[in-house]
């Protein structure tokens, strides 16, 4: 088996897991190629030797990976994609980190989790991309310009709401006032969106939501449509620039600066465990539908 790591540390209460990790991971004959950053930290921080090639960008990568291991919470699972693009290698979170909606597999199942990849007790699971351009083009943004959660544009440096003009298939939706509008996948539904006020959507399901953020108008709610259709945005405000986000990545956008979003053509693979599910996770780690009658 073949497997590329990745991930945040160090923590002095995750070190001992690395650790441990890494031995399990030797004793099974497992070929590790670790990201660099996330390989010169653990070779700084843990207590035993490490001598492993390492990655730093997709270009190092290829399809003969079985698996890309993601060490960190939901937003280093997010941070992975930049990795595989469109290798089509499956990626399993292991949730050093808080919640870990994504990320599903705790610090201490790690040795259970391995031993079902061995036995072939997972399924993987496609999740849909945004991907963006803009008018005119806007610097850096062809080196990552997809996103497995949302597009959000909002406002910069002012209280001020803004006026987001949408078309869908180049026909006038509305032009939202509100703080802000995000777009979001499916996998992006039980993030932003959801605290925004979105609803919640099934991974496999072929929809984008749209939420505006503090829309200043009591009729604006969320709209689920169909994921292969284009969406055009157009923000002005009374600053000369608003904000631009895909997942974690942010970028400093001008006024009237047109946003081309549509699905991507690739997808990402991640790894679900056979005792794992969407809904099982729903309830789980958002306590929907909790109820002492239950």
Same mark, same amino acid.
């Given at each position: 088996?073949?497997?590329?790591?990745?991930?945040?540390?160090?923590?002095?209460?995750?070190?001992?897991?690395?650790?441990?990790?890494?031995?399990?991971?030797?004793?099974?004959?497992?070929?590790?190629?670790?990201?660099?950053?996330?390989?010169?930290?653990?070779?700084?921080?843990?207590?035993? %030797?490490?001598?492993?090639?390492?990655?730093?960008?997709?270009?190092?990568?290829?399809?003969?990976?079985?698996?890309?291991?993601?060490?960190?919470?939901? #937003?280093?699972?997010?941070?992975?994609?930049?990795?595989?693009?469109?290798?089509?290698? %499956?990626?399993?979170?292991?949730? /050093?980190?808080?919640?870990?909606?994504?990320?599903?597999?705790?610090?201490?199942?790690?040795? !259970?989790?391995?031993?079902?990849?061995?036995?072939? !007790?997972? /399924?993987?699971?496609?999740?849909?991309?945004?991907?963006?351009?803009?008018?005119?083009?806007?610097?850096?943004?062809?080196?990552?310009?997809?996103?497995?959660? !949302?597009?959000?544009?909002?406002?910069?440096?002012?209280? $001020?709401?803004?006026?987001?003009?949408?078309?869908?298939?180049?026909?006038?939706?509305?032009?939202?006032?509100?703080?802000?509008?995000?777009? $979001?996948? %499916?996998?992006?539904?039980?993030?932003?969106?959801?605290?925004?006020? #979105?609803?919640?959507?099934?991974?496999?399901?072929? /929809?984008?939501?749209?939420?505006?953020?503090? %829309?200043?108008?009591?009729?604006?709610?969320?709209?689920?449509?169909?994921?292969?259709?284009?969406?055009?945005?157009?923000?002005? #405000?009374?600053?000369?620039?608003?904000?631009?986000?895909?997942?974690?990545?942010?970028?400093?956008?001008?006024? @009237?600066?047109?946003?081309?979003?549509?699905?991507?053509?690739?997808?990402?693979?991640?790894?679900?465990?056979?005792?794992?599910?969407?809904?099982?996770?729903?309830?789980?780690?958002?306590?929907?539908? @909790?109820?002492?009658?239950?």
């Amino acid at each position: 088996m073949k497997i590329a790591m990745y991930g945040y540390c160090c923590k002095d209460e995750t070190n001992q897991f690395f650790e441990e990790y890494i031995r399990l991971l030797q004793e099974k004959k497992v070929e590790m190629i670790f990201e660099k950053k996330f390989y010169n930290r653990l070779k700084k921080h843990l207590s035993i %030797p490490l001598n492993f090639k390492t990655f730093v960008s997709n270009a190092d990568l290829d399809n003969s990976f079985d698996f890309f291991f993601s060490f960190g919470g939901d #937003g280093t699972m997010l941070r992975s994609i930049a990795y595989v693009r469109n290798l089509g290698v %499956p990626i399993l979170g292991i949730n /050093t980190g808080r919640l870990g909606f994504l990320a599903l597999v705790k610090k201490d199942e790690f040795s !259970e989790a391995l031993e079902m990849l061995f036995n072939n !007790e997972f /399924t993987t699971r496609e999740r849909s991309l945004l991907q963006v351009r803009t008018n005119p083009k806007t610097s850096d943004l062809s080196k990552l310009d997809f996103a497995l959660n !949302e597009v959000t544009v909002g406002r910069k440096n002012t209280t $001020s709401m803004i006026k987001i003009t949408t078309f869908i298939n180049n026909n006038y939706l509305t032009s939202y006032w509100a703080d802000g509008l995000i777009v $979001s996948t %499916p996998t992006g539904s039980t993030a932003y969106s959801l605290s925004c006020g #979105g609803p919640i959507i099934t991974p496999n399901s072929q /929809t984008i939501a749209l939420t505006p953020i503090a %829309p200043h108008n009591l009729n604006v709610r969320s709209l689920v449509i169909q994921d292969d259709i284009k969406i055009t945005l157009s923000v002005t #405000g009374r600053e000369k620039t608003f904000l631009m986000s895909l997942d974690s990545k942010s970028y400093t956008l001008k006024n @009237e600066t047109e946003i081309f979003i549509e699905k991507a053509a690739f997808k990402i693979l991640t790894v679900q465990l056979n005792h794992q599910s969407f809904l099982k996770t729903l309830r789980n780690k958002l306590m929907w539908g @909790e109820d002492p009658r239950n």
